[in-house]
C-alpha cells in the first residue's frame, strides 16, 4: 500500500494532538511490536472485526505503507473468530513509537504513561478502548472500568480520575492473575466518561455510544451517597490502638468513625494485616 498522504504540519506520534495520544494509548494496551535480525519486524493489533474502523483510522494517521487484513479462526472462545489485523513495518515508525514507550515483546506490566507532554484525557481513552469496559452493570449502575497489568498506567489512570471525578481508587493486584481490576460507577462514571469520551473524539463507535447512554443516568429516588472512605493514618492507629478499644461506642465516638470500622481495623492490625505504626 502506497504511503498515506498526510498535511504537512502533521507530524506521526506527536502526542500533543488528541488523535495520536489516543492511538499511542491503544498501542500502550493492544498492539505488539516484535523485532528480527537485520532491523526488520512489524507492529501489530488484532481486534474483533466489528472495530476495524479504529485500525482504518490508524493507517490513515499514519505516513508509512501499512495493511488491514481480516482473517476468520478458532479460539478458545468461537470455532469462527473473525478478527482484523492492522500491520506496519517501517523501522522508522516502529523506532519513534518505541522511544516514545512502546516495549518489543511482551510489555503488559512494564507500560507506562508517556514521558513526554501529551493529551492525557486522549490518552486514557485509548487505554480504556483497548483494555477496559463501559457501560452499565446488571444492577443498571453506570461503570467505566480498566483492566491492566501496569502497575504506572493503573495509578495514572486513578490519579486522572480522581482529579476529574473526586472518587480515590487505590489500585491492588488480584490474587488469581496478579491483574489490577479499576471501576468507577455511579456519578464517578458518568462524570468520567463525560470528560473522556468528548464529542467528536476518536474512539470505538460502540464504546462512544456506550458513554453517551451514561449520560441520562439519574441516581434513583432513595439511594443513599456513601461517604467518601477516610483512609486511616498511623495517627489514627495509635490512638485506636491507646484506646484499646475495651468499648467500641466510645472508641468509634471519640475518632468520629462507626463501631464497626473501629473493630475492624483494630482486628487488622493486631492480626498483622495492616502494618503497626511506627512510635
Given at each position: 500500500?502506497?504511503?498515506?498522504?498526510?498535511?504537512?504540519?502533521?507530524?506521526?506520534?506527536?502526542?500533543?494532538?488528541?488523535?495520536?495520544?489516543?492511538?499511542?494509548?491503544?498501542?500502550?494496551?493492544?498492539?505488539?511490536?516484535?523485532?528480527?535480525?537485520?532491523?526488520?519486524?512489524?507492529?501489530?493489533?488484532?481486534?474483533?472485526?466489528?472495530?476495524?474502523?479504529?485500525?482504518?483510522?490508524?493507517?490513515?494517521?499514519?505516513?508509512?505503507?501499512?495493511?488491514?487484513?481480516?482473517?476468520?479462526?478458532?479460539?478458545?472462545?468461537?470455532?469462527?473468530?473473525?478478527?482484523?489485523?492492522?500491520?506496519?513495518?517501517?523501522?522508522?515508525?516502529?523506532?519513534?513509537?518505541?522511544?516514545?514507550g512502546l516495549p518489543y515483546g511482551r510489555k503488559s506490566a512494564t507500560i507506562t504513561p508517556p514521558r513526554v507532554e501529551f493529551s492525557r484525557p486522549d490518552y486514557l481513552r485509548g487505554v480504556v478502548d483497548a483494555d477496559g469496559s463501559v457501560g452499565f452493570t446488571g444492577q443498571g449502575f453506570p461503570f467505566v472500568s480498566l483492566t491492566t497489568a501496569s502497575t504506572a498506567v493503573g495509578a495514572y489512570l486513578c490519579h486522572y480520575a480522581k482529579k476529574i471525578t473526586g472518587a480515590e481508587r487505590r489500585i491492588k493486584r488480584n490474587a488469581r492473575d496478579g491483574i489490577y481490576n479499576i471501576v468507577y460507577t455511579k456519578e464517578a462514571a458518568v462524570q468520567l466518561a463525560g470528560h473522556l469520551y468528548y464529542p467528536g473524539c476518536l474512539a470505538l463507535l460502540r464504546k462512544q455510544t456506550a458513554a453517551d447512554s451514561l449520560a441520562s443516568w439519574q441516581r434513583p429516588a432513595g439511594m443513599r451517597i456513601a461517604p467518601p472512605r477516610r483512609r486511616w493514618s498511623q495517627a489514627d492507629d495509635r490512638l485506636l490502638l491507646l484506646l484499646q478499644l475495651d468499648d467500641p461506642a466510645t472508641a468509634a465516638r471519640a475518632m468520629d468513625r462507626t463501631e464497626q470500622s473501629c473493630t475492624m481495623r483494630l482486628w487488622r492490625l493486631r492480626s498483622g494485616r495492616a502494618p503497626m505504626p511506627s512510635a
Open positions: 500500500m502506497a504511503e498515506q498522504d498526510l498535511s504537512s504540519t502533521t507530524r506521526f506520534m506527536d502526542l500533543k494532538d488528541p488523535r495520536y495520544a489516543y492511538m499511542f494509548g491503544f498501542l500502550q494496551a493492544d498492539g505488539h511490536l516484535s523485532e528480527r535480525p537485520r532491523q526488520r519486524g512489524q507492529l501489530t493489533v488484532e481486534i474483533n472485526v466489528r472495530d476495524i474502523h479504529i485500525l482504518h483510522e490508524f493507517q490513515r494517521l499514519t505516513p508509512y505503507a501499512s495493511s488491514v487484513r481480516e482473517r476468520i479462526r478458532s479460539t478458545n472462545f468461537s470455532s469462527r473468530h473473525h478478527s482484523a489485523t492492522w500491520a506496519l513495518c517501517a523501522l522508522k515508525a516502529r523506532t519513534t513509537l518505541n522511544e516514545l
